[in-house]
T-cell receptor, first 113, second 116 residues
Framework: EADIYQTPRYLVIGTGKKITLECSQTMGHDKMYWYQQDPGMELHLIHY???????EKGDLSSESTVSRIRTEHFPLTLESARPSHTSQYLC????????????FGNGTRLTVT | AQKITQTQPGMFVQEKEAVTLDCTYD???????LFWYKQPSSGEMIFLIY??????QNATEGRYSLNFQKARKSANLVISASQLGDSAMYFCAMMGYGGSQGNLIFGKGTKLSVKP
């Protein structure tokens, strides 16, 4: 019952390329998030948004940027990919109530060569 | 500052037995929520169970229950009757509803392996 979609699922790209990771949700959630996760490690919040035209940086410093022009869409962009950006990127959304869990997409596994 | 601590990097359990995964937390918020997620090797994050700080009863969802001890700031996950499909990473997470940002922060996770 995945209502939050991430594309691509896997991406291998060379250093210096510009990339955009797509994230869309069909649940009408106002809150959306991007987490970065290295294999077998914890998730780190890199960006979040509480609604259209609202974006904030998370706890982990990231060279990526995000935009929120539409409620359902929260893309993440890397202007110039580097090997240090190799990681899994997980997008999530939430209805925003106190007991609302985050719903996660399947993630994008990025490898920068 | 908020913090989640999971002290068990890896755990083994025999199929059909129960297992407890430990989680302690630290927060200055009076109101907060605790979540557990499962992450199989395929990478997706699956929500398992939620406990609110003001909930008087421990949360249960099927084979999952949360042993919430507020005074000790612990929120351990108990999985009963383990199945092979339970083998995965398990993450404890917390969201504060007071002075903190209200975003979900995660512990480092526990890798559970269920033996047949």
């Amino acid at each position: 019952e995945a209502d939050i979609y991430q594309t691509p699922r896997y991406l291998v790209i060379g250093t210096g390329k510009k990339i955009t990771l797509e994230c869309s949700q069909t649940m009408g959630h106002d809150k959306m998030y991007w987490y970065q996760q290295d294999p077998g490690m914890e998730l780190h919040l890199i960006h979040y948004s509480y609604g259209v035209n609202s974006t904030e940086k998370g706890d982990l410093s990231s060279e990526s940027t995000v935009s929120r022009i539409r409620t359902e869409h929260f893309p993440l962009t890397l202007e110039s990919a580097r090997p240090s950006h190799t990681s899994q990127y997980l997008c999530a959304s939430s209805a925003g109530q106190a007991n609302s869990p985050l719903h996660f997409g399947n993630g994008t596994r990025l490898t920068v060569t | 500052a908020q913090k989640i601590t999971q002290t068990q990097p890896g755990m083994f359990v025999q199929e059909k037995e129960a297992v407890t995964l430990d989680c302690t937390y630290d927060t200055s918020d009076q109101s907060y929520g605790l979540f557990w997620y499962k992450q199989p090797s395929s990478g997706e994050m699956i929500f398992l169970i939620y406990q609110g700080s003001y909930d008087e009863q421990n949360a249960t969802e099927g084979r999952y229950s949360l042993n919430f001890q507020k005074a000790r700031k612990s929120a351990n996950l108990v999985i009963s009757a383990s199945q092979l499909g339970d083998s995965a990473m398990y993450f404890c997470a917390m969201m504060g509803y007071g002075g903190s940002q209200g975003n979900l922060i995660f512990g480092k996770g526990t890798k559970l392996s269920v033996k047949p």
